[in-house]
């Protein structure tokens, strides 16, 4: 078989027409994007993406939201940018709130600033979710700093 100088151009073309539309088929829609950039503590990514568009209260396919893995990561700046986007500060990290709130995850990393920007947000200091809440897991963490500050925003012992 002779392959003359058009045919050779011809497979190049389709090759890269072949590996570009592979590329942009398998590139992640930009709220999974937003979630993944949360997973990862890439809050400048985060925060481009939500200037892009991306939809503050996305979450993967098993429900875990961008909040909650930036809550749980510690990553204060983040969680504030996804709450001033409109992200929903009591939503659980599984459909139906069978999940810890984003408050809880930050309590049980001790994480002290990013729970002060939910609470100032709104969250539920008291949500209860499976027989725990904030304060509990802060407790259970020995976080003392983190229960005096639930404490102080009205968290209670049920």
Known sequence: MRINAMSASNSVTA???????LVVGCAPDIDTQLVQASRKGQGSRVRTLLEAGAEAGATTQSGWAALVCAAGRGEAETVNALVNAGASVDRSHRDGDRG???LMYAAKGGHIITAQVLLEAGANVNAERNGMTALKM????GHLEMVRLLEKSGATTR
Do not use: K, N, R, Y
């Not at 802060?138 to 963490?141: D, G, N, R, V, W």
């Open 138 to 141: 802060a407790t259970s963490q």
């Open 100 to 102: 810890w709130t984003p």
């Open 15 to 21: 090759f890269l027409l072949l590996v570009v539309g």
